[in-house]
């Protein structure tokens, strides 16, 4: 069990195995015209890691990743990761 913070009700709550967690950063990033490198440059990220995230084959990236990528993508972390928890 990992330990991340719960984005929705910012309180401490725990990443169970079933749990998935999915993002938007591909959609965004592309709404917003931003090719990966300059998405990785602003973060201080890889490109191949931001490849990664994009793809789902990197799906527990840290919370101050999770930050990093919603400021420079101009979002709310919310409106980036969606953490969908299994039953």
Request: proline share 1%; glycine share 6%.
């Amino acid at each position: 069990i990992y330990s991340i913070r719960c984005i929705r009700k910012r309180t401490k709550r725990k990443l169970r195995c079933g749990d998935k967690m999915e993002n938007r950063i591909k959609e965004i990033r592309e709404e917003e015209g931003i090719k990966q490198y300059a998405l990785a440059k602003m973060t201080g990220l890889s490109e191949g890691y931001i490849c990664h995230l994009e793809k789902g084959t990197r799906d527990n990236p840290s919370y101050k990743v999770m930050v990093k990528i919603a400021v420079a993508l101009k979002r709310q972390v919310q409106e980036v990761f969606i953490i969908n928890q299994s039953i």
